[in-house]
């Protein structure tokens, strides 16, 4: 059974139609990343996944129930952008409350502060808190209960370079114990290296959905190859290779992703004049630019 399913899910805000037969699936353990311009239809699908405001046609499940229904929420985690809790109380007293709240053992809060690095600043007020370590508070309040579908809304926001790595790490363990997980994010480079699949909204239409590999296949954006020549030989390089040369020992070629291969047995044949080759696939953010431009021409008269 999947953990969370939608089949053309629409919804309109007077003439603003927010969401336009939206589908995709996410699967126990998968990792799947929701991106999309602001305005594209995140926000509104995530409140429709949690059940806080309703849709207007197609059909969801999470976790085999409708959303927002009792047995949802129960197994459900929700993390947003801006956390916000009482300044006066400590770490550890706002993660009791939340764990009575819920029906849970409040003597379990130390060992969720400590699961999200939190353990030495649980006894101090949250005023105190930089805006990652609230960030950090919140995911420790999404961890309650062991959810089996994590919906996280820009969830590193705030945070330092090593606080995100280890926040990723963090879901890649709940990934491996069976959880889903659907994550909204702007920080495409860190995305790109951490999550299974790729859905991108434009204008509240879905336009791609698959993993990484895939959407380079189907984007037929150019792959570039760096060569690195030895000293005496970038010129000779270039020309072999009708190639552009850089900064001294560097050629800079593009091909298709059918001519991969046949490029790289070029540059093998050159032998002792290359000492390396870098190939650098489509970016992420480069994929993103190119199927949102999607919706654009599908709109052109």
């Avoid at 069976?178 to 434009?202: C, F, K």
């Avoid at 570039?224 to 900064?247: E, Y």
């Amino acid at each position: 059974m999947t953990s969370l399913t939608l089949s053309q899910v629409t919804k309109t805000f007077g003439a603003n139609r927010a969401l336009d037969g939206v589908g995709f699936t996410v699967a126990p353990g998968e990792r799947v990343a929701l991106l999309g311009h602001n305005g594209a239809g995140k926000s509104t699908l995530m409140k429709i996944i949690l059940g806080l405001i309703p849709f207007d046609s197609g059909a969801i499940t999470v976790l085999g129930a409708a959303p927002g229904s009792h047995a949802a929420r129960r197994k459900v985690a929700y993390l947003p952008e801006n956390v916000a809790f009482h300044p006066s109380l400590t770490g550890l007293e706002q993660l009791r409350y939340y764990l009575r709240l819920r029906g849970e053992r409040p003597a379990t809060a130390m060992d969720l502060l400590a699961r999200v690095g939190l353990a030495d600043a649980a006894k101090r007020r949250i005023g105190t808190y930089s805006k990652g370590m609230r960030q950090r508070v919140g995911l420790a309040q999404a961890l309650i209960g062991n959810p089996r579908l994590l919906v996280l809304d820009e969830p590193t926001s705030g945070l330092d370079p090593v606080s995100r790595r280890e926040f990723y790490a963090m879901l890649d363990g709940l990934a491996a114990e069976g959880a889903a997980i659907l994550l909204s994010s702007h920080a495409l480079t860190e995305v790109e290296a951490r999550t299974d699949r790729i859905v991108i909204l434009s204008k509240g239409v879905m336009v791609a959905n698959d993993t990484l590999a895939a959407l380079r296949r189907q984007a037929a954006l150019p792959i570039h190859l760096h060569v690195t020549t030895r000293p005496d030989q970038a010129d000779a390089v270039a020309r072999s290779l009708d190639g552009a040369r850089m900064n001294g020992v560097t050629v800079d070629l593009t091909c298709g992703h059918d001519q991969k291969l046949a490029r790289l047995g070029q540059i093998t044949a050159l032998g002792a004049m290359i000492e390396d080759v870098e190939v650098i696939p489509p970016s992420l953010e480069d994929l993103y630019s190119h199927f949102s431009r999607q919706t654009d021409t599908r709109t052109q008269p």
